[in-house]
């Protein structure tokens, strides 16, 4: 299971700082997005390196190679 | 770190909605609601029926009060010591602060005005934050008002 945090600080003039951390990818625009269109608009947005690494998926790929070989029964 | 993002907040909300953080910045800044909606509502129709009576000529003044009579429904008044503040809803539906006081400057007003829409505005802003965040099962971790009066909320959940 993947860990995703927020951290909200709402200023005293009602300004908005969202920082998502733990989400990689596409994840975190799907946060951001849900976020601007409960709060408002957005004035800035700042990727960063998290952002650009892939989502981590747990995916096992099994692959079985049938042979019959010549003169087999 | 993933994304960090500055959002300016947008008050579009029910007129309950807007009451309640309303209430949340008045009992933060020391005000207390001196009328109610429904008290208010109540006065009016005292004074429409006052008014009936003194006016009983006047068919078309049923309607008029009728119509201020809705709008007053989405009111509150705060008092502090000699300062009132109205919230109400305007004719164009929009959230209307302000402040009076015989005792006190056009500056001193403007600057109460302007921070109890602050106030009202980061309130409002929290609930509906926490609201949301709870329909998207996110647990609060931490939550702290800061030395500034900004709110800091940490919040956490386990996605599959």
Same mark, same amino acid.
């Given at each position: 299971?993947?860990?995703?945090?927020?951290?909200?600080?709402?200023?005293?003039?009602?300004?908005?700082?969202?920082?998502?951390?733990?989400?990689?990818?596409?994840?975190?625009?799907?946060?951001?997005?849900?976020?601007?269109?409960?709060?408002?608009?957005?004035?800035?947005?700042?990727?960063?390196?998290?952002?650009?690494?892939?989502?981590?998926?747990?995916?096992?790929?099994?692959?079985?190679?049938?042979?019959?070989?010549?003169?087999?029964? | 770190?993933?994304?960090?993002?500055?959002?300016?907040?947008?008050?579009?909300?029910?007129?309950?909605?807007?009451?309640?953080?309303?209430?949340?910045?008045?009992?933060?800044?020391?005000?207390?609601?001196?009328?109610?909606?429904?008290?208010?509502?109540?006065?009016?129709?005292?004074?429409?029926?006052?008014?009936?009576?003194?006016?009983?000529?006047?068919?078309?003044?049923?309607?008029?009060? %009728?119509? #201020?009579?809705?709008?007053? =429904?989405?009111?509150?008044?705060?008092? $502090?010591?000699?300062?009132?503040? @109205? !919230?109400?809803?305007?004719?164009?539906?929009?959230?209307?602060?302000?402040?009076?006081?015989?005792?006190?400057?056009?500056?001193?007003?403007?600057?109460?005005?302007?921070?109890?829409?602050?106030? %009202?505005? #980061?309130?409002?802003?929290? =609930?509906?934050?926490?609201?949301?965040? $709870?329909?998207?099962?996110?647990? @609060? !971790?931490?939550?702290?008002?800061?030395?500034?009066?900004?709110?800091?909320?940490?919040?956490?959940?386990?996605?599959?």
């Amino acid at each position: 299971m993947a860990q995703h945090d927020v951290e909200i600080t709402i200023s005293r003039t009602g300004e908005v700082k969202v920082h998502i951390e733990g989400v990689k990818g596409k994840a975190c625009l799907e946060y951001a997005q849900w976020l601007t269109d409960v709060i408002g608009q957005v004035k800035s947005r700042q990727l960063t390196s998290e952002y650009y690494e892939p989502e981590v998926k747990s995916r096992i790929d099994l692959h079985q190679d049938l042979k019959v070989e010549d003169g087999a029964p | 770190m993933s994304t960090v993002l500055i959002l300016a907040p947008v008050i579009i909300s029910n007129w309950p909605a807007i009451a309640v953080a309303a209430a949340g910045a008045a009992s933060a800044l020391g005000f207390t609601v001196k009328q109610t909606a429904q008290e208010m509502l109540q006065q009016d129709k005292q004074a429409q029926q006052a008014q009936t009576q003194q006016n009983v000529e006047l068919e078309l003044a049923g309607s008029e009060v %009728l119509a #201020q009579g809705l709008a007053t =429904d989405q009111r509150i008044v705060l008092t $502090k010591g000699s300062m009132q503040i @109205v !919230v109400e809803r305007d004719a164009r539906g929009r959230c209307k602060v302000c402040a009076s006081g015989k005792a006190h400057s056009k500056a001193e007003l403007k600057q109460a005005a302007e921070e109890f829409t602050q106030k %009202l505005t #980061q309130c409002f802003i929290y =609930d509906k934050v926490m609201r949301e965040l $709870k329909s998207k099962s996110f647990q @609060v !971790v931490n939550e702290e008002m800061m030395q500034d009066e900004s709110i800091r909320i940490h919040v956490r959940r386990w996605v599959d």
